[in-house]
């Protein structure tokens, strides 16, 4: 089952907008409060939203007063944009709704009713079908569980506590006799705050040569579009042209939800015609999506992960994570030598122990990452074949589950392996060498272990079979920019196959490199020497240093008590971040304690 927006009680929503609303200030100016202390979130997607959260919560016990601001670029505070509630149904999560938990197990607690979405989509139901833990569900009703968690933690803040929503984008921080004030696009905003959290999310931008080129192309030749963002698709995809040559750079998640814009998002439909998912054009689509990427494979589709019946880790386990650790000492650990062989093992061992057929049928480590590592393509249409078939068999295997497919018990691996690799990965854990490494394998591990669910992924293999997506450009197309023609030309790096490009669509995400790419706000920060790059060792992933509390660490190396740095932005110093989860790379906690602890300062006047 999909659950989206329909399938609940929509006046529910309706109510969260009201409340929410009468914290959302116009934007002309904060008054000024200096017998108070006023701290900062910048970012008003999920970790934004846990970072009030727990500040909500420790705030019950405080004698003092606080105002708080939170500034987000849209008024879909919570949610965000990756969860805004207004957006297409037809975008999905990739993570079953029993998975995932808005609340977090710690002591100090907000009186409020706290609900699993699982939980919270069988309390809205308006359906005969009951709720699964194995359900997916549209990113849009995710944004509506998370902004119904917002009003729960705004109707019950305390008396002390005033919370400030401003729907604006933070374009500088400037700091005047030890506080720090905020330059939106509109105004100043003088508050003097003591604490600023920024949890931007993914803010960060490909900015390389080639972007460069191509949006300098784009603005001078009226024939040519390059969209550098594919979000939000709707009107930004779903309003092109009609029969358009349209190219999509990325095949990860980002590109299923661009398809998608540009085909379902255009009035296409599609129909369960016997055991097959067929595609039934409205007219208004491109006549072609080419998607490339350097390997140009999809992503394997995610099955259900049943509650409590996942495959089970034979090596890689929490006790051989705790051994190591215990006697790396002060060490590092080197990903190569002490986990790299027993991970390759692991997978091998998950697909033959699952296997029906007993006999060795090639598969490897290898193998799995690539399928096409040892294979010579003699054509476009062969390689376009080969990954159309690659993708029907990972939907066949993905409705197994991890339990009955080989293939999927493979997949299963990094997903378990990942919830421990963080306690050493985080600041610095690995040898340099060995991190740069892990993250270089990352990009593969995740494009067969975090993929999307089958029921898109059947749409994918529809628009396939229909003629509308090709995989013909091969692996590395190479771009040809020549000013003198109207539009870019994309030729295959693998064989003679060449296109003419109405529309380029960049569907990859950025990680956080301060090389390049960077948002205007931290890019002025790391120019004034508030932020510092991370090293371990000679290896830069991109992210900028942080405290193990998460605060920054200036140019002289010394951690900036009132500037901290959560979510997205801390990838590279930390691991994993794109999870809704509470408890991994927990620095919103971090950063709430530590703002009570200013409460604490003899010289803040407690309220009467």
Not at 222 to 227: E, M
Not at 460 to 480: H, Y
């Amino acid at each position: 089952m999909i659950w989206k927006t329909n399938h609940i009680y929509t006046k529910r929503i309706e109510e969260n907008h009201q409340v929410i609303d009468q914290f959302i200030l116009p934007g002309t100016g904060l008054a000024s409060t200096p017998d108070i202390p006023r701290v900062a979130i910048i970012g008003g997607g999920p970790k934004g939203f846990y970072a009030l959260e727990r500040l909500v919560a420790y705030m019950h016990d405080a004698t003092h007063a606080l105002i708080v601001d939170w500034f987000n670029e849209t008024p879909h505070f919570a949610a965000g944009n990756n969860y805004r509630v207004d957006q297409p149904e037809y975008l999905l999560i990739n993570y079953n709704i029993g998975n995932i938990n808005i609340w977090i197990d710690e002591p100090d607690q907000i009186s409020c009713e706290k609900l699993s979405l699982w939980q919270w989509v069988e309390r809205m139901n308006l359906t005969d079908c009951p709720a699964k833990f194995t359900d997916y569900a549209s990113r849009s009703l995710v944004g509506a569980y998370l902004q119904d968690g917002l009003r729960k933690v705004l109707e019950n803040l305390p008396a002390n506590m005033q919370v400030n929503l401003i729907a604006a984008p933070v374009q500088d921080i400037e700091i005047e006799a030890g506080n720090y004030y905020l330059t939106t696009n509109s105004e100043t905003h003088l508050g003097g705050y003591e604490k600023i959290l920024i949890a931007s999310g993914h803010s960060q931008n490909f900015d390389t040569e080639l972007e460069k080129s191509l949006k300098d192309f784009a603005t001078k030749h009226a024939t040519f579009k390059f969209i550098p963002k594919a979000y939000p698709v709707a009107p930004q995809l779903t309003e092109l042209p009609a029969k358009e040559v349209v190219a999509i750079k990325g095949v990860g998640l980002t590109f299923i939800d661009a398809a998608l814009a540009l085909t379902e998002g255009r009035g296409g439909t599609f129909m369960q015609i016997e055991d097959k998912l067929t595609y039934f054009p409205s007219g208004k689509e491109p006549n072609k999506i080419y998607c490339f990427s350097r390997s140009s494979l999809p992503m394997l589709p995610r099955g259900p992960i049943p509650e409590g019946k996942k495959y089970e880790l034979k090596h890689l386990t929490e006790p051989y994570f705790d051994d190591l650790i215990k006697h790396s000492a002060e060490n590092q650990i080197d990903f190569q030598k002490s986990i790299f062989p027993l991970l390759k093992k692991e997978v091998e061992e998950a697909y033959y122990s699952t296997v029906k057929n007993t006999d060795n049928d090639g598969f490897t480590f290898e193998s799995f990452l690539d399928p096409f590592h040892n294979k010579k393509f003699e054509s476009q249409d062969e390689f376009h074949s080969s990954v159309r078939d690659y993708i029907a068999h990972s939907i066949e295997e993905a409705k197994l589950g991890e339990l009955e497919s080989p293939l999927m018990a493979a997949v299963a691996i990094w997903r378990e392996v990942t919830v421990h690799l963080g306690r050493i990965y985080n600041f610095g854990g690995f040898s340099s060498d060995s991190q740069r490494a892990l993250d270089k394998l990352n990009g593969s591990l995740c494009r067969v272990t975090y993929g999307p669910p089958v029921a898109n992924m059947e749409k994918i293999l529809a628009l396939v079979d229909a003629g509308i997506i090709s995989f013909e450009l091969g692996p590395s197309p190479n771009f040809e920019i020549d000013k003198t023609r109207p539009k870019p030309m994309l030729s295959g790096s693998k064989f003679p196959f060449s296109i003419e490009v109405d529309t380029l669509i960049d569907a990859r995400m950025a990680r956080p490199d301060f090389r390049q790419g960077l948002n205007p706000l931290m890019k002025k920060l790391y120019t004034e020497g508030l932020l510092k790059p991370f090293y371990n060792g000679e290896y830069a992933p991109g992210c900028f240093e942080i405290s193990k509390e998460g605060a920054a660490i200036d140019s002289t190396g010394i951690p900036n008590p009132s500037l901290h740095l959560a979510g997205t932005p801390t990838e590279g110093i930390t691991f994993d971040n794109d999870t809704l989860s509470r408890y991994r790379n927990n620095l919103t906690s971090s950063w709430a304690k530590s703002v009570i602890s200013i409460l604490q300062n003899e010289k803040i006047k407690p309220i009467a």
